[in-house]
């Protein structure tokens, strides 16, 4: 079976500031995707980023980029230069590498509160 | 920019009572997901379509759950009888078959109040 841990329930950073939310997890399975989605207030679930585990080159996206240590089973989210529209709800998210079945495993989250 | 449609938003209903909710999936996408977010958790995937046929249905409570697409676009999830546990958010998502591995993309959510 899947886990996935966010042990950050909440957080803040000042707006135009850096901040890393942590994820960690737990598989069996050597090949497998990580995400991260946003979930702003009242609006849908977005994706933000992924990481394909078989590449060891971190994913950047914009001003968010990811620090994967998969030996670990580490894998965090950086927000660089913080805006007010990053303010949400991130969700870190697991799948398993198989053909058909999208099945995400979430975390429990961490509510991002980016400060004016 | 398409999107996933959900209805109704909010519902509020007795225990005991029945309950359904909509979900109109972006054209194109084969892929619908139903899942659950009771506050303060992550969602968890109730049912999963193909179209029309199911793919995975394990998480979901038979006994008072059900799920249909009959036609392999709109998907209706029902309730009944609705239990004071079921009070949570029920997000539907769709994909592209042959979209971004995990991409999914989320309606806004119906959520449910049992009281």
């Known amino acids: 079976a899947q886990t996935v841990t966010q042990s950050q329930p909440e957080m803040s950073v000042q707006e135009a500031e850096t901040v890393t939310l942590s994820c960690t997890y737990d598989t069996s399975e050597s090949n497998y995707y990580l995400f991260w989605y946003k979930q702003p207030p009242s609006r849908q679930m977005i994706l933000v980023i992924r990481q394909e585990a078989y590449k060891q080159q971190n994913a950047t996206e914009n001003r968010f980029s990811v620090n994967f240590q998969k030996a670990a089973k580490s894998f965090s989210l950086k927000i660089s230069d913080s805006q007010l529209g990053d303010t949400a709800m991130y969700f870190c998210a697991f799948m398993k590498h198989q053909t058909g079945a999208n099945n995400l495993f979430f975390g429990t989250g961490t509510r991002l509160t980016v400060i004016p | 920019e398409a999107e996933v449609a959900q209805s109704p938003r909010y519902k509020i209903t007795e225990k005991s009572q029945a309950v359904a909710f909509w979900c109109d999936p972006i054209?194109?996408?084969?892929?619908l997901y139903w899942y659950r977010q009771i506050l303060g958790q992550g969602p968890e995937l109730l049912v999963q379509f193909q179209d029309e046929s199911v793919v995975d249905d394990s998480q979901l409570p038979k006994d008072r759950f059900s799920a249909e697409r009959l036609k392999g676009v709109d998907s209706t999830l029902k309730i009944q009888p609705a239990e004071l546990g079921d009070s949570a958010m029920y997000l539907c998502a769709s994909s592209h078959q042959y979209g971004i591995p995990g991409e999914l993309f989320f309606g806004e959510g119906s959520r449910l109040t049992v009281l």
């Open positions: 054209s194109g996408h084969a892929t």
